[in-house]
């Protein structure tokens, strides 16, 4: 059972363009996290998506920025007009729904360098 | 390889006791510790996070680790627990020198009975 797929790995992008990030869950997941990591900081949750619905965009900023997981196919975190500060490393987790507990299960991530 | 361990799967504590969840690691660079818990339903928050300086690190709701170099452990502590303590808690390492590779433990889940 493959874990949570994560690609790029890495991505280079220059400022003013578009950066999209994907995540396959876990087989039999339907639950699906961002988050971000920047240097010297923690995991900061981004937005928690449902197939075809998003539950939680809390963490989102709100211009440039936006996520979907649609029916068929991977999430999708999509950057537009990336600017510098983008640069970090961008990380997907899955889950099953369950009543209780909500284990997850994290992707490798992927890097996002702007220059 | 890089891995994370946790020593329980799974926790039962009543109320008022005390919680020690284990953490090790390998890796033989230094590295940023983290804990993360996700209560039932929600999402990822930090807990508590030790880049360097004093190995003994408080972070919110009254929990603390300790980062043990010699042997590559960040435990985490908590004298006393609420039910509402009740989650899932990850430990994870990320190496100073990949900002992009998060190591995480596997998790363990706390079950606090009132």
């Known amino acids: 059972n493959a874990g949570v797929m994560q690609n790029p790995r890495h991505l280079v992008r220059r400022r003013g363009q578009e950066a999209r990030l994907r995540c396959s869950p876990m087989?039999?997941?339907?639950?699906v996290y961002w988050y971000r990591q920047l240097p010297e900081e923690g995991l900061k949750f981004m937005v928690y998506l449902q197939k075809e619905n998003i539950i939680d965009e809390s963490g989102m900023p709100k211009e440039r920025f936006s996520a979907e997981f649609p029916k068929e196919g991977p999430s999708i975190l999509r950057i537009q007009q990336v600017v510098r500060g983008d640069s970090a490393a961008y990380f997907c987790?899955?889950?099953?729904?369950?009543?209780?507990?909500?284990?997850?299960?994290f992707g490798e991530g992927s890097w996002l360098t702007v220059v | 390889a890089q891995s994370v361990s946790q020593h329980n799967h799974h926790v039962i504590l009543s109320e008022a006791a005390s919680l020690e969840l284990g953490c090790n690691y390998s890796y033989g660079g230094t590295v940023n510790l983290f804990w993360y818990v996700q209560y039932p339903g929600q999402h990822l928050q930090l807990l508590l996070k030790y880049f360097s300086g004093d190995p003994l690190v408080k972070g919110i709701k009254g929990f603390e680790a300790e980062f043990i170099k010699s042997k590559f452990s960040f435990n985490l502590r908590k004298p006393s627990v609420q039910w509402s303590d009740t989650a899932e808690y990850f430990c994870a390492v990320n190496p100073k020198t990949s900002y992009d590779k998060v190591i995480f433990g596997p998790g363990t889940s706390l079950s606090v009975i009132p």
């Open positions: 987790a899955s889950s099953r729904p369950t009543d209780i507990w909500n284990t997850i299960y």
């Open positions: 087989k039999g997941h339907s639950h």
